[in-house]
């Protein structure tokens, strides 16, 4: 690994390719649809197929939970 003059290495600089001009960035449309207080997560394809709805994935979840054996630090929301 070359070192340049400052003593970082070649690797330890973005590529021309990969540096974001902030410029030209957009605020996110879809924002406005999703609160503060809720989470967009991504599923995989397979477990998307099975769980297609917001309601399906939460009612899992909600189970699981009651099966979880309570912790200390548990909040119930």
Known sequence: MKKNHAGK??????????RFDY????P???AARY??????IMLDPDVAQVFT??????DALRALLKAMPRSKHATKA
Request: hydrophobic share 25%; glycine share 4%; aromatic share 6%.
């Open 23 to 26: 410029a030209k960035a957009k």
């Open 35 to 40: 609160g503060s207080d809720r989470k967009l």
């Open 53 to 58: 709805t917001a309601e399906s994935v939460n």
């Open 9 to 18: 290495s070649k690797t330890d600089e973005l590529q021309p390719e990969y």
């Open 28 to 30: 996110n449309r879809f």
